[in-house]
């Protein structure tokens, strides 16, 4: 992830900066140094988003002197300091929104994660994150859920196949159905190296997809009764994957109807940022 994350880091920087931070170089004196600290302000956190955080201090001024006190995938209470700073004001003024919007927003994916892993504890399932990401931001939004205790889903097109409604529309396949679609996954050159999936809705497409064999079928949009019903049928011959509408008040019930994924787009779409400062010193 080096190289991509450098190129999304300095973009980030790119975009704040510009061609350069001109409050700083109006009112701050260029050779003033300084110290500050990364501090939690709030009760219960995930961290997350430390490495392109301490890039993005370090791609602004090599010279800042980093001491991260958490690492990735830590939990951090009110209070807390997260990371300490020293060098030139300027220096930590220019880079301290970009690094906080990582840590933040990064932050925020690991602790909803967190929560939802804590939730279904008792259950033998894995919470799986999915591809509803921020354009350009999939792999440490990833990185963020695996910090937090979740599973990745696939990463994108390219590494898993996962034969949807709207591949039976268009695929020109419709006469044939979900066995068709399997068979023809199954054909396809590479396919024998990676997964493949299929979405159902109601119980008869489960039946459907079932006689397809395909190695994981998800269950899109079930009730909870309908859910566990699917769990029965199946008998543990193939993998269920339970995915749409589960939030934190409903997945202890998803959870004990025995599927073996929970998939939350939630996690990194709708992950509320958490609460970090930045805080000088002198």
């Known amino acids: 992830m080096s190289q991509g994350l450098e190129r999304v880091v300095r973009l980030a ?5 510009g061609p350069g931070d001109i409050t700083s170089q109006l ?16 009760d219960f956190l995930v961290l997350s988003g430390v490495e392109p955080a301490a890039l993005a201090f370090r791609l602004v001024d090599p010279e800042v002197k980093q001491e991260w006190r ?13 990371c300490e700073l020293a060098g030139r004001a300027r220096s930590l003024l220019a880079s301290e929104r970009v690094a906080l919007n990582f840590l933040q927003r990064l932050s925020g994916i690991a602790t909803l994660t967190r929560r939802f892993v804590e939730a279904i504890k008792p259950y033998k399932v894995r919470i799986l994150d999915t ?26 097109l390219y590494d898993a196949i996962l034969i949807k409604d709207n591949h039976l529309a268009v695929g020109g396949i419709a ?14 050159r590479g396919a024998e190296a990676v997964k493949v999936e299929v979405e159902v809705t109601d119980l ?6 079932l006689a397809a064999g395909p190695d994981i079928i998800m269950l899109d949009n079930m009730s ?30 998803v959870a ?8 939350v787009g939630a996690l990194t779409h709708s992950a509320p940022a958490v609460d970090l400062s930045l805080e000088f010193l002198v």
């Open 256 to 263: 004990a109807t025995g599927v073996d994924y929970i998939s």
């Open 204 to 209: 008869a497409g489960l039946e459907e997809a």
């Open 70 to 82: 958490r690492a990735e995938g830590d939990l951090v209470t009110r209070g807390e300091v997260v």
């Open 13 to 17: 920087l790119e975009e704040d900066i």
């Open 224 to 253: 909870v009764d309908m859910t566990a019903e699917a769990v029965r049928r199946v008998g543990g011959r193939i993998s269920l994957e339970a995915s749409g509408g589960i939030k934190l008040t409903n997945v202890v019930e």
């Open 27 to 42: 009112v701050v004196p260029a050779d003033h140094l300084s110290r500050a600290e990364v501090i939690a302000k709030q």
């Open 131 to 156: 591809r509803k990401t921020t354009p350009g931001l999939r792999a440490l939004e990833k990185a963020a859920v695996r910090a937090g205790g979740g599973s990745n889903h696939r990463f994108g």
């Open 175 to 188: 006469s044939g159905g979900i066995a068709r679609a399997v068979s023809l996954a199954r054909q396809g």
